[in-house]
């Protein structure tokens, strides 16, 4: 069955402290994984699209990394206005949904 | 705006009641999802449109929930005889592609 755990389920950083969040997936052929922000009481806002195991893809303080087994969000020199719930997807080749993780609450300190 | 527009943004209704939520997508977006999300979860698929036609409905949408997408536009979901266990963020997405969702801002449902 295709599933999504992420880790950790919270995390607090001082502003400006890096730190990685991970997702683990298990799918029957990739299609591709997605990583999402979502702050409180809105829907959750597009960051990456990643397909295949190596790939990596940049924006701002964000970089997500993806191999054959789990993705990982690194978070370089955070502020205040990085804290969100960050969400990992993946969409399998054979059908259209997308199978979402619990998240990870970020929050950083200033 | 030429974002996702769902309606209304909260609802709060009792026990027994129906309900009926407004999405409307990204216009040159064929493809229409819906999703529910309750506190501390990440979203559940409910169902998918292409077009006008649905054509991929989750278990989770049991035969109190029915969702239309009338000439391929905007879609509606129906919550009949709402439950306690109803109350979530009810999310809708749209996209052109098979990857790439944007989803609204979400219905949130409070069934008291």
């Known amino acids: 069955e295709d599933q999504v755990t992420q880790s950790p389920e919270a995390l607090r950083l001082q502003e400006g402290e890096s730190s990685s969040l991970n997702c683990s997936y298990t799918?029957?052929?990739?299609?591709?994984l997605f990583w999402y922000r979502q702050d409180p009481g809105k829907g959750p806002e597009f960051l990456f699209t990643?397909?295949?195991a190596g790939e990596e893809k940049e924006k701002e303080r964000l970089k997500a990394t993806l191999t054959k087994k789990e993705s990982f969000l690194h978070i370089t020199a955070p502020k205040p206005e990085d804290s969100a719930t960050y969400l990992c997807?993946?969409?399998?080749?054979?059908?259209?949904?997308?199978?979402f993780g619990t998240g990870t609450s970020l929050t950083v300190i200033p | 705006d030429t974002g996702v527009s769902q309606d209304p943004r909260h609802k709060i209704t009792k026990r027994g009641q129906n309900v009926t939520f407004r999405c409307d997508p990204i216009s040159e977006h064929n493809r229409l999802y819906w999703y529910r999300q309750t506190l501390g979860q990440g979203p559940e698929f409910l169902t998918y449109f292409q077009n006008e036609a649905q054509l991929e409905k989750s278990r989770l949408l049991s035969d109190r929930f029915s969702a239309e997408r009338p000439k391929g536009s905007f879609s509606t979901l129906e919550i009949q005889r709402t439950e306690q266990g109803d109350s979530a963020m009810y999310l809708c997405?749209?996209?052109?592609?098979?990857?790439?969702?944007?989803f609204g801002s979400g219905t949130r449902l409070t069934v008291v």
């Open positions: 997405a749209s996209s052109l592609v098979q990857y790439g969702y944007t």
């Open positions: 799918v029957s052929g990739l299609r591709g």
């Open positions: 997807a993946v969409q399998a080749r054979a059908g259209n949904q997308f199978y």
């Open positions: 990643l397909y295949s």
